[in-house]
């Protein structure tokens, strides 16, 4: 029995996805002390009511720093490249004050939506330098009470082809860039690009996180070339690809192999539904491809897997409202997920995504931060199923955000 006035904080009747019952979570400076049936104890308390309690949604991939960019150009781009060159004409003009400001307003979209973790790309090159890093960085320093930002590093348009973007990434990945990325389809020599970023996160020794494989064309990729840099360089378990959309143009046998190949390299996969569905098979006049690799079942092959957002209100994507719950039901629905797959697809915004990211102190566990979620829903496949409410949030054992839940006014009442 936990000893009586250990606790500064008591969570009553919290459903938890690993408990037959609901439990009470104790908690004492900002971490979880004990996981009990009924503590005892005089302390704060918050009744969760019998609700679902999750350790927060974590968002694997997103762009904080083009967000919100609807009204500055056209937004009839038909491919990814197009969009690309539309965000790279407006980059010179970003400041860190009109960075800082648009990330601000995803970012507190995602807290009261359950975001607890989060990963955010961040392009580094000449036309933008280091403005949208340093906004980035204010953003991570003050929004630290409700959510933890990690940084990743990468070249958008090209490495070996944008002369000084090298040189930029260096600088910030010695000021707190803990992640570094890469786009190799957008360089003029993409295994050049693979091996310097891969030289890079072995010198800072960070994780990688690579924009890859984004079309629809199977006769080439570069999955190949990135599983055999991360076993040369035993950094399984560090590596991440994000979209990989050639994977859902694979007839069955080639998926199966290249599935196995993700798995035995420990390459991660995470999809992004919003952008490879609005980006992909635009060119088609009928039967149009959905583009999306199929992440829950991979994941039940043995790739670790994510959902996340990638981009909001911008030419790459001009929808989003950063809700992962809503990410994870929009990938049910595409994905063709059954009931049985729902807890899957709930974990590919949490537990999968936290794995990802490596994140060693996810979870409604002991010793973990007292970081969670309230949704209004008694079971985790309804939390796919229905969308409910995300009633209530705590970073750290400290309440970040609370929603009310809507009153109907009926004629007798």
């Given at each position: 029995?936990?000893?009586?006035?250990?606790?500064?904080?008591?969570?009553?009747?919290?459903?938890?996805?690993?408990?037959?019952?609901?439990?009470?979570?104790?908690?004492?400076?900002?971490?979880?002390?004990?996981?009990?049936?009924?503590?005892?104890?005089?302390?704060?308390?918050?009744?969760?009511?019998?609700?679902?309690?999750?350790?927060?949604?974590?968002?694997?991939?997103?762009?904080?720093?083009?967000?919100?960019?609807?009204?500055?150009?056209?937004?009839d781009?038909?491919?990814?490249?197009?969009?690309?060159?539309?965000?790279?004409?407006?980059?010179?003009?970003?400041?860190?004050?009109?960075?800082?400001?648009?990330?601000?307003?995803?970012?507190?979209?995602?807290i009261?939506?359950?975001?607890?973790?989060m990963r955010?790309?961040?392009?580094?090159?000449?036309?933008?330098?280091?403005?949208?890093?340093?906004?980035?960085?204010?953003?991570?320093?003050?929004?630290?009470?409700?959510?933890?930002?990690?940084?990743?590093?990468?070249?958008?348009?090209?490495?070996?082809?944008?002369?000084?973007?090298?040189?930029?990434?260096?600088?910030?990945?010695?000021?707190?860039?803990?992640?570094?990325g890469?786009?190799?389809?957008?360089?003029?020599?993409?295994?050049?690009?693979?091996?310097?970023?891969?030289?890079?996160?072995?010198?800072?020794?960070?994780?990688?996180?690579?924009?890859?494989?984004?079309?629809?064309?199977?006769?080439?990729?570069?999955?190949?070339e990135?599983?055999?840099?991360?076993?040369?360089r035993?950094?399984?378990?560090r590596?991440?690809?994000?979209?990989?959309?050639k994977?859902?143009?694979?007839?069955?046998?080639?998926?199966?192999?290249?599935?196995?190949?993700?798995?035995?390299?420990?390459?991660?996969?995470?999809?992004l539904?919003?952008?490879?569905?609005?980006?992909?098979?635009?060119?088609v006049?009928?039967n149009?491809?959905?583009?999306?690799?199929?992440?829950?079942?991979?994941?039940?092959?043995?790739?670790?897997?994510?959902?996340?957002?990638?981009?909001?209100?911008?030419?790459?994507?001009?929808?989003?409202?950063?809700?992962?719950?809503?990410?994870?039901?929009?990938?049910a629905?595409?994905?063709?997920a059954?009931?049985?797959?729902?807890?899957?697809?709930?974990?590919?915004?949490?537990e999968?995504?936290?794995?990802?990211?490596?994140?060693?102190?996810?979870?409604?566990?002991?010793?973990?931060?007292?970081?969670?979620?309230?949704?209004?829903?008694?079971?985790?496949?309804?939390?796919?199923?229905?969308?409910?409410?995300?009633?209530?949030?705590?970073?750290?054992?400290?309440?970040?955000?609370?929603?009310?839940?809507?009153?109907?006014?009926?004629?007798?009442?």
């Amino acid at each position: 029995m936990t000893t009586p006035s250990a606790f500064d904080l008591i969570f009553r009747n919290a459903v938890l996805r690993d408990a037959a019952d609901p439990m009470d979570i104790g908690v004492t400076r900002g971490r979880i002390t004990a996981i009990e049936p009924t503590l005892a104890c005089e302390a704060v308390e918050v009744d969760v009511g019998g609700r679902l309690a999750l350790p927060g949604f974590v968002d694997s991939h997103i762009h904080l720093d083009k967000a919100c960019l609807l009204g500055r150009c056209g937004h009839d781009h038909g491919s990814v490249s197009e969009a690309i060159r539309a965000v790279a004409g407006m980059k010179k003009d970003f400041t860190v004050e009109d960075v800082y400001a648009r990330g601000a307003r995803v970012l507190e979209r995602a807290i009261v939506h359950g975001t607890t973790r989060m990963r955010t790309h961040v392009e580094i090159d000449p036309r933008i330098g280091l403005r949208g890093f340093e906004a980035v960085k204010a953003l991570k320093r003050d929004y630290a009470w409700a959510i933890d930002l990690s940084l990743c590093v990468f070249p958008q348009e090209g490495l070996t082809n944008d002369p000084g973007s090298e040189e930029l990434l260096i600088q910030a990945l010695r000021d707190g860039g803990k992640v570094i990325g890469g786009c190799p389809y957008t360089d003029t020599d993409p295994n050049v690009h693979l091996t310097r970023i891969f030289d890079l996160a072995h010198e800072f020794d960070v994780d990688v996180d690579l924009h890859l494989d984004f079309d629809l064309d199977p006769s080439w990729w570069h999955l190949d070339e990135v599983c055999r840099q991360t076993e040369r360089r035993n950094y399984g378990g560090r590596v991440a690809i994000g979209h990989a959309t050639k994977l859902s143009a694979l007839p069955p046998e080639r998926l199966k192999s290249a599935t196995a190949q993700l798995a035995q390299a420990g390459v991660a996969v995470t999809v992004l539904p919003a952008t490879d569905l609005y980006l992909m098979g635009r060119e088609v006049t009928h039967n149009a491809p959905r583009g999306l690799a199929l992440a829950h079942k991979l994941a039940r092959e043995g790739v670790v897997c994510s959902v996340a957002t990638n981009n909001v209100l911008n030419p790459f994507t001009p929808f989003g409202d950063a809700s992962l719950l809503r990410m994870a039901n929009f990938y049910a629905n595409v994905a063709h997920a059954s009931v049985n797959d729902f807890d899957i697809c709930l974990d590919l915004v949490t537990e999968l995504p936290a794995r990802l990211m490596n994140l060693g102190d996810y979870g409604i566990k002991v010793g973990n931060p007292a970081d969670l979620v309230v949704l209004d829903t008694q079971d985790s496949r309804f939390a796919i199923a229905e969308l409910p409410d995300i009633v209530m949030g705590f970073k750290s054992g400290r309440q970040t955000f609370a929603r009310q839940r809507p009153t109907l006014f009926s004629p007798s009442s």
